[in-house]
């Protein structure tokens, strides 16, 4: 379990990957297959992406996105595959990864106000043991005024509504100073006006060089928000800049039916195995 | 029975030190959703303490706690395994495991009660009634060896759960993100398995493997009724566990003798005591109790009487501006509005004192009349009630019969601000959708 205290330093020693140079790659995924009970959710999926973009995932239900992100960072096993983080294995980069989870998957009622889930994101840099300090509060308390939710920063998190759940856990990765973002459904079920505030964030977060990856349902803004597209189908359909990507044929083929042959294979395999 | 301080303040201490040291790690499985994972390691830890007594053929500490937390730790393995090849969900698959590793431990203890000094009454109940007798010396003082026991694994949990309360709480609260950060969900929950599989060893001989369930569960879940903050709630299931140990005690051996009956058991005793303060959190608790939720109910019961109280008088003298109804009946009396309220009339009693208290209704021989300030209020709800009619017609698309019912219901929850924002969103009407007019935010508006 290594903590890194000092972003800053690694990301120098690295400067290369992320410097000026607009080819530099913040995420490169290559080979990448994951499997459930031996029916793959995703396949051989290889993608770079650029740093210093805002990057949308878009994809049917069941397409695996949620296991994309999830797979990056070591959460759920690979049956094959490498990924690089800035150049580096995901446990070398991980103190420059941020995570915004889906709000789902978290217990709601656990018994924590909004400034305890936003300070969660400095655990790592406070290290093993040590406790939460003031300056650590002061920085939570900086990133819920950020995402305009600082007067609520004492209320039990069961108590805020969906928008504002959502904005507390934008507020936890803004104190992860990473220079990765991967986010999982950001705008599902939240309000018009938190819409715009994480899109805003988004551009900021941009402005400062970072990169952001986002899993995103409402393919009508996809244009607007994002400036590089996954198109993803338990493979990648296609991924590149919005423009060249973002086509009726290739989002015809994304969610145009499952990939009924890999389908039918895997449904084999699983008879294969019970007639054993 | 006589209270002994020598006997009693020992076995009170053993109880204490047991009941905290659970709740401590019970916290941890309250939020974790694995309360049946406690209770499936205290049980299953069994064959681990038959296995250790069989190759030891003694008691002493060491061999247990090694056979217990190994089984314990494996108990936690076999569920997840279980779980994951038998594609059944986790309450069954614990289910499977510890109910046979208990059966094996139990046949396991019973085959060897002729070798063994071990009973298995004592291994399901405890006896911390004998805790007193069995002393070890230590910096010259002669301490039972289950105080020693329990006290050093009261220390053990408390330095856990305070160095790593961080750690604890995101792996509890975010597992995904814990292990992203490289905060590893997986060990902490094993190290959490550990823990519970020592303590439960440390209080069989106390209160037995059984009723350790109750000290891990109950004190935390209780002080979940009672806060909302992690670190208070930690606090509160220690007071609650080492309060449930004193007057569990107390219970067992004084209150028994007052009926005439022999003094019964402490470790039972100090379970009922857990159950019973967990009913009185029930009960009591600031923002779920019962209580305070039946008092919400009938505060809220009896504000919305009194609106209806002031909109009926307020329609009332509408319709005698509109000259449908005779002069003087503006007012009425009580029995006029028990008629039209459906209400009890000790209900619109304190409904009718409520509003005269408040300066909106006075009385005159009997006949009830709105005040100025009650005009000012029963224009303010049937704006709110037909705003939202007409809200419901024209942005909800409701048929006019079906809106009645639902604006009645709104119109106690409506304030000004909100019926801005009604008279905004439907282009500020002058009727309502069964043609009556609306009345203006102040007298006088058009």
């Known amino acids: 379990m290594d903590f890194k205290a000092n972003s800053t330093s690694d990301s120098m020693t690295n400067g290369s990957a992320v410097g000026p140079d607009d080819t530099a790659i913040a995420l490169s995924v290559d080979d990448l297959t994951v499997a459930y009970h031996r029916k793959p959710v995703i396949w051989d999926v290889a993608i770079d992406l650029p740093a210093g973009s805002l990057i949308g995932i878009v994809g049917p239900n069941g397409a695996g996105k949620s296991t994309l992100l999830k797979a990056i960072m070591n959460l759920v096993p690979r049956a094959s595959g490498r990924v690089a983080v800035f150049g580096k294995p995901y446990r070398a980069s991980r103190h420059r990864v941020g995570y915004v989870p889906q709000r789902e998957s978290v217990d709601w009622d656990f018994p924590v106000d909004a400034l305890d889930v936003v300070t969660m994101g400095l655990y790592s840099k406070i290290g093993w043991c040590l406790p939460v300090r003031k300056k650590h509060r002061e920085a939570g308390m900086e990133a819920l005024r950020r995402v305009g939710i600082a007067d609520l920063a004492n209320r039990q998190i069961s108590q805020l509504s969906g928008g504002q759940q959502q904005r507390t856990f934008l507020a936890r990765a803004l104190v992860q100073d990473a220079d990765l973002y991967l986010m999982d459904e950001p705008f599902a079920a939240v309000d018009a006006s938190t819409e715009k505030a994480i899109v805003e964030l988004l551009r900021e977060l941009k402005s400062r060089g970072k990169t952001v990856v986002v899993i995103h349902h409402d393919l009508q803004t996809v244009p607007e928000y994002f400036d590089y597209a996954v198109l993803l189908n338990m493979r990648v359909v296609a991924h590149g800049p919005i423009e060249s990507v973002f086509t009726s044929e290739n989002l015809q083929k994304t969610y145009g039916g499952r990939l009924t042959l890999l389908d039918e294979v895997s449904e084999a395999m699983r008879r294969r195995e019970r007639s054993l | ?446």
Not at chain 2, 424 to 436: C, I, K, N, Y
């Open chain 2, 1 to 446: 029975m006589i209270w002994n301080w020598q006997l009693d303040g020992w076995i009170v201490a053993a109880g204490i030190l047991c009941a905290v040291a659970s709740a401590l790690l019970g916290n941890f499985l309250v939020l974790r959703r694995l309360s049946m994972l406690g209770d499936a390691i205290s049980h299953a830890i069994l064959p681990g303490l038959a296995v250790a007594f069989l190759i030891s053929n003694s008691r002493s500490s060491l061999p247990m706690f090694v056979g217990a937390v190994i089984v314990g730790v494996l108990t936690a393995l076999f569920t997840e395994w279980i779980r994951g090849v038998g594609k059944v969900d986790e309450g069954a698959s614990m289910g499977v495991v510890f109910t046979s590793l208990f059966a094996l431990g139990l046949i396991m203890i019973v085959q060897a009660a002729d070798r063994v000094d071990l009973d298995a009454g004592c291994v399901l109940y405890g006896a911390i009634e004998l805790t007193p007798l069995d002393t070890i010396k230590l910096l010259g003082f002669d301490i039972p060896r289950a105080v020693v026991v329990l006290g050093s694994v009261t220390v053990l949990n408390l330095m856990f759960v305070v160095l790593f309360f961080k750690e604890l709480k995101l792996t509890s609260f975010d597992p995904s993100l814990a292990t992203s950060m490289g905060v590893s969900s997986t060990w902490m929950h094993y190290a959490l398995m550990v823990l519970v599989a020592v303590t439960a060893v440390a209080s069989f001989e106390s209160v037995g493997n059984i009723l350790v369930v109750a000290m891990f569960i109950v004190p935390p879940a209780t002080a979940y009724l009672l806060t909302d903050r992690l670190g208070i709630m930690i606090l509160i299931s220690t007071g609650v566990a080492a309060l449930s140990a004193v007057s569990g005690h107390v219970a067992a051996v004084v209150v028994p003798t007052w009926f005439g009956y022999q003094s019964t058991t402490t470790a039972g005793m100090m379970a009922v005591m857990v159950g019973a303060l967990f009913g009185v959190a029930m009960l009591f608790a600031p923002r779920q109790g019962v209580v305070i939720k039946w008092l919400r109910n009938r505060a809220l019961s009896l504000r919305i009487l009194c609106d209806d109280i002031v909109a009926t008088l307020y329609r009332r003298s509408e319709h005698v501006a509109a000259d449908q109804v005779r002069m003087d009946d503006v007012s009425m009396n009580v029995e006029e509005l028990t008629e039209t309220l459906y209400a009890s009339s000790r209900q619109l009693r304190s409904a009718l004192a409520r509003l005269r208290r408040r300066g909106e209704l006075e009385q005159v021989d009997g006949q009830y009349e709105l005040t100025d300030r009650g005009i000012e209020h029963g224009r303010e709800l049937v704006r709110s009630h037909r705003l939202w009619e007409q809200y419901l017609v024209s942005e909800a698309s409701l048929h006019p019969t079906k809106i009645h019912d639902k604006a009645e219901k709104l119109e106690h929850f409506t304030d000004r601000s909100l019926r801005d924002q009604l008279s905004d969103a439907t282009d500020s009407p002058v009727l309502d959708p069964h043609g009556q007019s609306i009345p203006p935010e102040r007298r006088g508006d058009v």
